[in-house]
């Protein structure tokens, strides 16, 4: 049963917005930069959202009880409302759902807290370490802040989260829990402790010397992911509600398929099996074929793992060479938000026909041999898939369509 | 004490400075049981007052919780 897609909200670090999010993304502008509250740590490149002020678009009071990740959430799911007509204050809240997704939750909070627990003990806490830290807690407040009273809850597959969340929503639609969902995830900025996580699993580019180049998916230089933060909000409806109240559709979500590598806590399965029987899921529940697909939006994070297993297992399913693209290479990787954002350019790929570029791809990886653009190219997508595949195996996959 | 009182409300828990009058409840400036909390730690870290939520909790209004802040710190 194929969900419209009735609402875009982006907070990316390409801009504030879904204008200034897919600019930066068209035009291939990477945003890696050296983030100077990552001084000392192994890696010290992200990328952030540009001129974020939490205290000017929510009010100092109200933006101090949000940690970041959520603040960064509220702001897309403020768009999201907008672009699709919606009012929270006229709505039948009961019939609405938030389900989005997120890698870390709260983690400035835990961080500062943490710093303040080991300083000053116990009794230094703040009473608000849990509300802004707990991962549940974006959703929570989602509903709170948009009179969101259906179900919500926050989904947690690592770098899947975002796709797992508007899979999920979509299930709550076609099950008839609700009538509108608000979909997608969110991530705040990675703490110094959790980019010496990463950095100790060599997982993150080393490239300080040209962060701009750091995060190159596809490409042979690749040594790496880069960090971001940022929000993707979808809001769907099913197709004959949208159009009862005359919404623009502009996307369908025709298709979700996910599954489990069951293999290994953090390397993906190297020919891509797990990853495979996602996207041959979200096909047979879109009721297309591999060779209906003319675009990809690629896992293509950046680390040679990565991007070889998942470019061995397009290669084998889908001969005939659709276009591929990972958007990483401007954003960087958004972790927990990355399938929401990068489900929100696919919408905006199919809606517009438009492949965009993979900013930093100078040279094609020999064993890579995908269609990989590095221009932006202009042509209809009559059918896309948006990958994601996250550490613990989950992977996730969403079909989407014009309307 | 007031203006300490006033200070903390405004910098720590960013209360919005027009809306905190003597005559003000906590209910008044919307300071949930969580808020009142955090009142209570930054009392004591930055004007070394030790308070408990609870003596805030039961204050009528700021005019009243300045008068006990005086009290707290006369005592020190």
């Not at chain 1, 000017?56 to 897309?76: C, I, K, N, P, S």
Request: net charge negative; hydrophobic share 45%.
């Amino acid at each position: 049963m194929d969900v419209a897609v009735t609402g875009l909200g982006l907070v990316t670090p390409g801009g504030i917005g879904v204008e200034a999010s897919w600019d930066a993304i068209t035009n291939g502008k990477p945003t890696a930069a050296i983030d100077p509250s990552l001084d000392g740590c192994p890696v010290r490149i992200s990328s952030l959202v540009p001129g974020f002020d939490a205290d000017e678009l929510f009010g100092a009071r109200r933006a101090l009880r949000m940690d970041r990740v959520t603040q960064l959430a509220v702001a897309a799911v403020n768009e999201a409302l907008q672009d699709a007509g919606l009012d929270p204050r006229t709505w039948d809240g009961a019939r609405v759902a938030v389900v989005l997704g997120s890698g870390q939750g709260g983690i400035t909070t835990l961080d500062e807290q943490y710093a303040l627990f080991a300083e000053r003990g116990a009794k230094a806490i703040s009473p608000l370490l849990l509300p802004k830290h707990l991962i549940n807690m974006v959703a929570g407040v989602v509903s709170i802040e948009f009179n969101a009273a259906g179900p919500s809850l926050v989904t947690a597959t690592a770098c899947a989260s975002g796709t797992t969340a508007i899979g999920m929503a979509r299930d709550l639609l076609i099950l008839d829990r609700c009538d509108i969902a608000v979909a997608g995830g969110s991530e705040g900025r990675l703490t110094p402790l959790y980019m010496s996580g990463f950095a100790q699993m060599k997982a993150l580019s080393r490239r300080h010397d040209d962060p701009a180049a750091a995060s190159r998916p596809f490409d042979a230089d690749r040594d790496g992911f880069v960090a971001g933060e940022g929000a993707g909000i979808l809001i769907l409806e099913r197709i004959a509600d949208a159009q009862a109240r005359k919404a623009r559709i502009r996307g369908l979500i025709t298709g979700y398929g996910a599954s489990s590598d069951a293999l290994h806590i953090t390397s993906p399965h190297p020919e891509g099996a797990g990853a495979q029987s996602a996207v041959l899921a979200a096909l047979r529940d879109a009721g297309a074929t591999p060779g209906d697909v003319a675009h990809i939006n690629a896992h293509g994070t950046a680390t040679r793992q990565n991007d070889l297993a998942e470019s061995v297992m397009l290669e084998r399913n889908f001969p005939h060479h659709p276009y591929v693209t990972s958007t990483k290479g401007v954003t960087g990787h958004l972790l927990g938000a990355a399938g929401a954002v990068e489900a929100a350019f696919t919408v905006l790929a199919v809606e517009q026909g438009i492949t965009p570029p993979t900013a930093n791809l100078q040279t094609l990886d020999s064993d890579i041999h995908l269609n990989v653009p590095t221009t932006a190219v202009s042509t209809p997508v009559p059918l896309a898939l948006s990958n994601s595949f996250g550490f613990g195996g989950h992977n996730a996959v969403l079909a989407i369509a014009p309307p | 004490m007031y203006e300490e009182l006033k200070q903390v409300l405004v910098t720590n828990l960013k209360v919005d400075r027009e809306v905190i009058r003597p005559t003000a409840t906590l209910e008044d400036i919307e300071l949930d049981s969580l808020a009142i909390v955090e009142l209570s730690l930054y009392l004591e870290s930055e004007l070394g007052i030790s308070i408990s939520s609870e003596e805030i909790f039961g204050r009528t209004s700021l005019g009243d919780l300045a008068g006990l802040l005086e009290q707290q710190s006369g005592n020190v």
